[in-house]
């Protein structure tokens, strides 16, 4: 992390360091701060001492704690990471900044710009994955996924500090990794964002289903026009799993329409739409932060309904009754 060594060190050093920060920021400046009170290395930017500030260190050490408990918390780990989607990436674009201080502003903001890129692709990738974890019924996994991810981020931070080649290879293998495997668990991560600011929609608000006005032009663009004397479309957000084409953790809206049900969701290029085909419920469960409907075919589609939109059961008699789903 010392802008005197080479190029291509550094940049490693700042890539894992900001990929740390993804997985657990406080964590990182817990590292940098004891590392820096006691000397163990010289290789910190002189910016970043100030990490070594008690105040600094009992905070991020209470924060630590605070995640490491959070963390394992069904429905308050979601809540969790939707608000750390932005302090996590601010935080690493910061920490680069500083630590490129001997460079010109706009050697520091691009630096900044890398880092915070790297810290988001991390911090999806782990709010993703812990979303999965939960849709698939394994919510004790995510204990040990928890503390997997902290030994991570030490491990990385460690790395930069102590052993920069080594460090920057680490990096750039983990970035690549979480490049390929990644956009899966990004889409689960925006369903965790949605369940959360759903939820609080629904506390604060009136939950039901919405109405063609209430939809993004994106989606009603793909609903049919009203007919005489057929109920208008009603709507609910959504997300889809493995739905043929879509992928996994598909987020959009389902839209019953007639005897119809379509699930609209926006693709690279365009808006798209799949009709649900005649389906039998296998079960509907209603959870924390959103709702399951598993249906049973072959392809084992899987709906997760977020919590501004109408109960559960209402939910699923409408669908039935839409889809003639027997």
């Given amino acids: 992390m010392m802008t005197s060594l080479p190029l291509a060190v550094l940049l490693g050093q700042l890539l894992g360091t900001a990929i740390a920060c993804g997985f657990n920021l406080y964590a990182v400046i817990l590292v940098i701060g004891v590392a820096a009170h006691y000397g163990w290395t010289t290789s ?7 990490l070594q500030s008690p105040p600094i260190l009992l905070s991020a050490a ?26 996590r ?6 920490l680069a900044a500083v630590a490129l201080e001997a460079l010109p502003v706009a050697g ?15 911090h999806l990738t782990k709010a993703g994955r812990r979303v999965s974890l939960h849709a698939a019924g394994r919510s004790r996994e995510t204990v040990r996924a928890s503390l997997l991810e902290d030994a991570i981020a030490i491990v990385l931070v460690a790395a930069a500090l102590f052993v920069p080649v080594a460090g920057a290879i680490l990096a750039a293998l983990l970035l690549l990794a979480l490049a390929v ?20 929609r629904g506390f604060f608000g009136t939950p039901g289903w919405r109405e063609r006005n209430d939809l993004p032009r994106h989606v009603a663009a793909l609903v049919e026009p009203d007919e005489l004397g057929i109920a208008p479309p009603r709507a609910l957000r959504a997300a889809a799993h493995r739905i043929p084409g879509a992928g996994s953790f598909r987020n959009g809206w389902l839209v019953v329409q007639r005897d119809r ?7 690279p290029i365009r808006a798209r739409r799949y009709e649900l085909p005649v389906h039998t419920i296998g ?5 924390l932060m959103m709702d399951t409907v598993r249906l049973e075919n072959g392809n084992g589609f899987t709906l997760f309904l977020l919590k501004d939109g109408p109960p559960l059961d209402l939910a699923v008699a409408e669908l039935k009754a839409a889809a003639t789903w027997i």
């Fill in 261 to 267: 049900v379509g699930f609209i969701y926006r693709a």
């Fill in 283 to 287: 079960s509907a469960d209603s959870g």
């Fill in 62 to 87: 209470a924060l630590y704690i605070m995640e490491f408990v959070i963390d394992k918390v069904p429905g308050f780990d979601a809540v969790w990471d939707a608000v750390h989607t932005i302090a």
């Fill in 181 to 200: 495997r990644g956009p899966s668990y990004w889409r689960a991560a925006v369903l965790g964002i949605r369940s959360v600011d759903a939820r609080l």
């Fill in 108 to 122: 520091q903001a691009a630096g900044g710009l890398v880092a915070a890129a790297a810290a988001l692709i991390a």
């Fill in 89 to 94: 990436p601010v935080a690493a674009g910061l």
């Fill in 44 to 50: 910190i930017p002189y910016g970043l001492i100030g």
